[in-house]
């Protein structure tokens, strides 16, 4: 049996599996630390038999507003579409993502400046139409088959990339909010959860990664991050892996533990000039601390930033309830 191109496109839905919701997000969690292969230059702002703790500086100029960028995923459904003939089926992953900033400044205290949310259906299937559910369009993103990975693994790194794009969008629009509203043009901050990766070409804008996923940093330096106090940061150093970016280290305040604990990266653009570099890390030892979440609030703590961690609920809630978007995904596949 052939289908004429002017069908609605037939797709199937997948048993509910309650893991969608949890497992493409990040859980906050350190997982296996490996050894890295990256590049790195860390005299950037000291030699390196000098590297010690930095204590918190002296005042520099601050911004005047602080904007915390982040973005949330989740999967909806696995989803299989038939081929013509009906003897092959494509996978496909219905996804919801959502991103937005919220704004810190001492005009009106922390308040969303942007929010979007979209819902897409990624598929390496190169006829698939959107799809339209009461939950909304699922949009349809068509995604280059890799013989080298699962599909599951493509599909997956398709939705981040449009996750991506979609903070990019929500940072520059963010942007165009303070200014003139809560900041002088030019002397806001960005501070974006996750690594800056594409996001590095944005003026003032740090990359704020709480996991940690590696070591980067030879044995003897590596063993600086374990001494630092809260409040103390490693040396400013270069890195390179698939992209360059100047790092460090930052212990945010918490209650003792294990020696990383509290520790997050920061990030900033290689194209900088390493001066500024290090102004950067400066303002970040004053003005990321206070904002660390506390444990009885946020098991995630203090890692996970308070702003971000409100954004972060905003977003899931304009995600709409999991279960009722999977029932429309299965009405809408139900008809076609
Ligand atoms: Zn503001």
Known sequence: MTTPPSARMRFHVDGWDPAYGSTMEDSGEATTVAESTARIDAAVEVPVENWTPVAPGAPAQEPSAVVFVDG??????????????????????????????????????????????????????????????????????????????????????????ELLSLELITAAAARAAVTGHCAEADTDLLVIDGPLRSRDHLPRALGFIKTHRAIYLPPELNA?????????????????????????YLRLPCRPGSPWVGVVRVECAANLPAAQAVE?????????????????????????????????????????????????????????
Not at 227 to 236: D, I, K, N, Q, S
Not at 313 to 331: E, P
Request: contains cysteine; proline residues 5%; charged residues 20%.
């Open 72 to 161: 949330v995923r989740r999967i909806e459904a696995r989803v299989w579409i038939p081929d013509d003939a009906g003897t092959t089926a494509s996978m496909g992953v219905a996804a919801s993502y959502a991103a937005g900033a919220v704004c810190c400044c001492s005009s009106g205290g922390a308040h969303v400046l942007v929010a979007e949310h979209r819902r897409g259906l990624f598929t390496t299937d190169a006829h698939t139409t959107d799809v339209t559910t009461r939950a909304g369009d699922f949009r349809a993103h068509h995604v280059a088959h890799d013989e080298a990975e699962s599909p599951a693994v493509t599909l997956s790194a398709a939705l981040q990339r």
């Open 224 to 248: 600086v991050v374990g001494r630092l106090e809260a409040g103390e940061r490693t040396p400013v150093f270069l890195m390179g892996t698939s992209w360059d970016r100047y790092a460090w």
């Open 280 to 336: 950067l890390a400066s303002l970040s030892q004053r003005l990321l601390p206070p904002y660390a979440s506390v444990e009885y609030k946020d098991p995630r703590a203090p890692q996970n930033l308070v702003p971000i961690a409100g954004l972060e609920r905003q977003l899931r809630r304009r995600l709409g309830d999991q279960k009722v978007v999977y029932r429309a995904l299965q009405v809408a596949a139900a008809a076609s």
